[in-house]
Every structure is written in structure tokens, then in C-alpha cells.
Nanobody, 124 residues
């Protein structure tokens, strides 16, 4: 069992930066792929970025490439999402998730454990 808690969300102006953190409990997080998703009001949850179990492989949605960076520190059982050059359309609740796989996966159905989310608001 893995429990995930996101933090780091908040209000930022367009063009600004935020760093989200996802703290995991349990001793299996370091063997699992993990990822970030987001959901804006009235929209479906969408994939943002994913990382394999040891951080050696990552994958991004096209709309965040070059602006967001996913990383993890397994010694701290924590995953991060560095978000730069934020746009108003990036505003959403951001969720972290962990999978039963060790390799990168990107579909919501491939993730078994989810956090409760952290709100990101971007003002124009």
C-alpha cells in the first residue's frame, strides 16, 4: 500500500514557477513508476508527466514539454514537478500517482495509488 500527499500548489502569475512535491509513505515507492496528472473544472483528468522507478526515464505531455520537469528522490520517498513559464491554462488540481509497474506508464488506469491533489491557480 502506498499513500501519497501532494504539496506546493498555490497562486502564481502567468510566467511564474511552482514546484510541486509528492510525499509517499510505504517502502515500495522506490520500485514503482509514478506520475503527475491534472484536472481542471469541467474537464477530464489528463496526463502531465511520468517517471520510472529510478528516475532514469521520463515522459511528458506535449503541452508541458520544455516547461515542466519531473524528478524523484527515492531516498526521501518524494517525487517533484518543477513547473516554469506557467500559463493560465495550466490552472488545475494536480494529482500525483504511483503504479504497480516500474517502467513509465501514462494512462490513468495504469496507476493504482492517488493523492488528493493540490490546487494550482495561474493569474493572467
Amino acid at each position: 500500500q502506498v499513500q501519497l500527499v501532494e504539496s506546493g500548489g498555490g497562486l502564481v502569475q502567468a510566467g511564474g514557477s511552482l514546484r510541486l512535491s509528492c510525499a509517499a509513505s510505504g517502502h515500495t515507492f522506490s520500485t514503482r513508476a509514478a506520475g503527475w496528472f491534472r484536472q481542471a473544472p469541467g474537464k477530464e483528468r489528463e496526463f502531465v508527466a511520468a517517471i520510472n522507478y529510478n528516475g532514469g526515464s521520463t515522459h511528458y505531455a506535449d503541452f508541458v514539454k520544455g516547461r515542466f520537469t519531473i524528478s524523484r528522490d527515492n531516498a526521501k520517498n518524494t517525487m517533484y514537478l518543477q513547473m516554469n513559464s506557467l500559463k493560465p491554462e495550466d490552472a488545475a488540481v494536480y494529482y500525483c500517482a504511483a503504479a504497480d509497474f516500474s517502467w513509465v506508464v501514462t494512462r490513468t488506469t495504469e496507476f493504482d495509488f492517488w493523492g488528493r491533489g493540490t490546487q494550482v491557480t495561474v493569474s493572467s
